[in-house]
């Protein structure tokens, strides 16, 4: 019994609530999902596509679409806040950048 409590007490109580938050919305033709009521408008590019929303922390959800992460947004939003293009090219600085001079 001790070594089952032990292990229980050692996995992040938040994250096993927070992965049961998982649900899945097909967005609107007008480019929202209706989440607890709301309308929360994402984009009309995903009309009828199925997006999942997922609660990372207190009041706020994230939004993927495939295995991509679009944004998130919090209970008082009305939209989602997009995060970094996932799709964007790498920009690495370039080797003629750093030539030495003559």
């Known amino acids: ?33 209706c989440f607890h009521g709301r309308k929360i408008s994402l984009s009309h590019v995903f009309a009828g596509q199925h997006v999942g929303v997922t609660q990372v922390s207190d009041h706020v959800w994230l939004v993927t679409f495939m295995h991509y992460d679009l944004g998130d947004f919090d209970d008082e939003a009305g939209r989602v806040e997009p995060i970094e293009n996932p799709f964007a090219r790498k920009c690495y600085l370039c080797a003629r950048n750093n030539l030495s001079p003559m």
């Open 1 to 33: 019994m001790h070594r089952t409590l032990k292990t229980d007490a050692t996995k992040p109580a938040a994250a096993h609530v927070l992965q049961q938050q998982a649900r899945t919305f097909t967005v609107t033709h007008c480019g929202r999902i």
